[in-house]
């Protein structure tokens, strides 16, 4: 019995279904906020393979059922691979283990693998929601110039920001985390 029915696809936890060389999420047509299981492809890119070490892409969602799925912005390799938890910190040990897993078959099957160095970025809602319990929305409100009421918006998936306003929350919080990173107590 299948973990999950994706688009009418049954896909198993830490399925392995072999595509033609397509964006792997698209190659199933998953839609992001239905991804209910961890799972990975294969497309065939890796003969072009340069380099054992690279940095990969993995955004962090918000599903529409609170839960948080990763995956890697990376068409260049042979793999994709995707994780889910119902939490970030799952969802990040879940694209880990699957890496994990794929490492193991590459090796295996005698194939090159790159040694993945992965970069995690945040939609602005799910990096809301994630924090939530340090920043509130009063305070990011007043650290942004953003409304509060907007913000809430945001999380709740009501309204999605412009490119200018995610930039102005991000501007602002790198800011804010240069300044806190000069803190000294005496």
Request: charged share 25%; aromatic share 8%; glycine share 8%.
């Amino acid at each position: 019995m299948p973990d999950v029915i994706l688009n009418g696809t049954e896909v198993n936890t830490m399925c392995i279904t072999v595509q033609s060389p397509v964006n792997h999420l698209q190659s199933h047509g998953i839609l992001r906020q239905k991804c209910q299981k961890v799972h990975w492809t294969t497309s065939g890119k890796v003969q072009g393979l340069k380099s054992k070490h690279m940095k990969v892409i993995v955004i962090i969602e918000q599903n529409t059922d609170g839960k948080y799925f990763a995956f890697m912005d990376n068409d260049s390799l042979e793999f994709g691979i995707t994780g889910f938890g119902n939490t970030v910190e799952e969802a990040k040990s879940d694209i880990l283990l699957a890496y994990g897993e794929i490492k193991e078959l590459f090796k295996a099957e005698g194939k090159p693998i790159p040694e993945l160095e992965f970069e995690y970025k945040f939609d602005v809602a799910s990096f809301l929601e994630h924090y939530s319990k340090v920043l509130s929305l009063a305070g990011l409100g007043r650290l942004t110039g953003v409304a509060q009421g907007q913000l809430s918006h945001y999380v709740t998936g009501r309204r999605k920001p412009s490119h200018k306003t995610v930039e102005k929350i991000e501007k602002s919080l790198h800011n804010f985390a240069a300044e806190i990173s000069q803190v000294q107590f005496v």
